[in-house]
């Protein structure tokens, strides 16, 4: 699969089998995350993978949208059972120091959400699904993982064999909603 097939194939996954995700395809899946551009090359990121199920239970119960945040048109978030059930989760940490802050604009934000779309990609190149988790308790599971205050957690990626079957072209606005040309159009 080439890299624009994968993105355009690539969907949300949210259901998966326990089937185990073979430690190859996994290291692939992680070597992806190093392989992305960061500012000034610094890799703010780092990353814990959890397989134990005890702790992806607990993962997934901090994950309850309820807790704390309801984005709309949900009652729960919908990858709540997916951090349970997926064979593994990365969970993609930042040290903020490390990366740009300018503007008022924080880049380790950019920096994991790039390593974040290659994790994605490189996973469902090999037949794997994901989805990017960003509704969680963050201080619970920094607690749970002993990850230091001073880190941020961006997001949590339940990845295993998809259970679901392609859900199609992914609803998107039209290109002249979003790019405009010379000049920005109101
Ligand atoms: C920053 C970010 C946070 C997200 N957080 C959640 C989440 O907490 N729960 C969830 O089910 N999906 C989450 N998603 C997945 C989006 O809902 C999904 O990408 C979007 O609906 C488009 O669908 P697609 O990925 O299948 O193309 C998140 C995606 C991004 C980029």
């Known amino acids: 699969m080439d890299a624009l097939e994968a993105i355009k194939t690539r969907r949300s996954v949210r259901k998966f089998s326990d089937r ?16 992305a551009p960061s500012w000034a090359n610094m890799q703010c990121w780092r990353f814990v993978v959890v397989q134990d199920s005890a702790v992806k239970e607990k993962i997934s119960e901090l994950s309850y949208v309820e807790v704390f945040f309801a984005p709309k048109g949900y009652r729960t978030n919908p990858a709540q059972k997916a951090l349970a059930e997926a064979p593994l989760v990365v969970v993609a940490c930042a040290e903020p120091t490390h990366s740009g802050d300018l503007r008022g604009q924080q880049y380790y934000m950019a920096d994991v959400g790039i390593a974040a779309e290659n994790i994605m990609l490189a996973a469902h190149a090999q037949g794997l699904g994901s989805v990017f988790v960003g509704v969680f308790d963050e201080e619970g599971v920094g607690e749970l993982l002993d990850i230091p205050p001073e880190i941020r957690i961006v997001g949590l990626f339940p990845i295993g064999y998809p259970l679901e079957e392609g859900k199609g072209a992914p609803k998107r606005k039209p290109l002249d909603e979003i790019v405009f040309y010379e000049k920005w159009k109101a």
């Open 20 to 35: 185990p995700v073979e430690p190859e395809k996994l290291q692939a899946v992680l070597e992806a995350a190093q392989l």
